[in-house]
């Protein structure tokens, strides 16, 4: 199982490396669907996110987190919040990414989290500050049982 989380982790570092060296496609947000590349740039910051959470690294997993969001909460009252309320992003068995909107300058991304006992619909909400993106928040919109089969 690591070995399968390092070889996503792997890509998705390049990925966020040669989006730094290259002009932002964040550096101007226009209301409506994200563009290709902000869409994958998005998923890639997600799930970087949650493969630290999933391996309990909570100055990483933080560390994705929205410089406003780390003014506000403090890395202690992240993993509380994370430990209490989404124990799913812990023991996650794999996610999908959905629609990925632009709205009122922020970044909007839809995010299926599935578990052994549940699947959860999370909607993301990121900001780009300085051409950084960082999650701000992540809402449970949906919980359901998991199919067993």
Known sequence: MKEFKKLIVIPMVLILLTACSTSSPFKSLTAGPCSGEQKQLVSAHISSQISAISQQDWPLAYSFAAKSFQDSVDIFSFEVVITGSYPM???????????????NSSIFQEVTVNSSNEKSELLYKLTSVDQKLGVEAANITEQLPALTT
């Open 89 to 103: 992003l812990i023991n996650n068995q794999g996610v999908n990414f959905g629609k990925c909107e632009i709205k």
